[in-house]
T-cell receptor, first 114, second 113 residues
Framework: DMKVTQMPRYLIKRMGENVLLECGQD?????MYWYRQDPGLGLQLIYI???????SEGDIPKGYRVSRKKREHFSLILDSAKTNQTSVYFC?????????????FGPGTRLTVL | AQSVTQPDARVTVSEGASLQLRCKYS??????LFWYVQYPRQGLQLLLK??????VVQGVNGFEAEFSKSNSSFHLRKASVHWSDSAVYFC???????????FGDGTQLVVKP
């Protein structure tokens, strides 16, 4: 159905708690991404995954880690969340970026860290 | 260095008027260029894309964009906007040489009734 899904859509956590954001895609895309979007800052790339267990840091990886054990799933983990990680997180998938096919985005997860 | 600049943070137009949203890119190689739209509380949706060939590309909902190599630009246009076009529009560059993707900061489009 050419879709990227994200769970949960909304999440409230306390500072210091662990956070798991899940992303799935049904297009067998090799490449998957995690971004965060903050007002006035556009989208910032956290991590990119080129396939299973092939992950690379993006522009702002500090405080985050990722896991990709199946091609269709890509998880973002915040160990001991901080208040400045309050944001909207988007997952995306694509064929290899160099093929210029564009990305498919999920609906986003709105995370609040109190 | 590779980058995308959208010089207008916010554009306001009246319904039925024509629209141009500006995008400038910096990249010495072959650019793949995209426009995405983001409606409130939603993810980004692809409007149109340019790889090569005809510099004017057509997208969904009557949008088109024109690539200019000499001006390093990829401006988005629409002949007659509708109130439902109100959203944030992102210009995106995909660099073929290093698999990096660069987002502009977005342009908030407000369509007045």
């Amino acid at each position: 159905d050419m879709k990227v899904t994200q769970m949960p859509r909304y999440l409230i956590k306390r500072m210091g708690e662990n956070v798991l954001l899940e992303c799935g895609q049904d297009m067998s895309h090799e490449t998957m991404y995690w971004y965060r979007q903050d007002p006035g800052l556009g989208l910032q790339l956290i991590y990119i995954s080129y396939d299973v267990d092939s992950n690379s840091e993006g522009d702002i990886p500090k405080g985050y880690r990722v896991s990709r054990k199946k091609r269709e799933h890509f998880s973002l983990i915040l160990d001991s969340a901080k208040t400045n990680q309050t944001s909207v997180y988007f997952c995306a998938s694509s064929l290899l970026p160099g093929q210029g096919r564009g990305q498919f985005f999920g609906p986003g997860t709105r995370l609040t860290v109190l | 260095a590779q980058s995308v600049t959208q010089p207008d943070a916010r554009v306001t137009v009246s319904e039925g008027a024509s629209l141009q949203l500006r995008c400038k890119y910096s990249y010495s190689g072959t650019p793949y260029l995209f426009w995405y739209v983001q409606y409130p509380r939603q993810g980004l949706q692809l409007l149109l894309k340019y790889y090569s060939g005809d510099p004017v590309v057509q997208g969904v909902n009557g949008f088109e964009a024109e690539f200019s190599k000499s001006n390093s630009s990829f401006h988005l246009r629409k002949a007659s906007v509708h109130w439902s076009d109100s959203a944030v529009y992102f210009c995106v560059l995909s660099a073929s040489s290093n698999n990096r993707i660069f987002f502009g900061d977005g342009t908030q489009l407000v369509v007045k009734p």
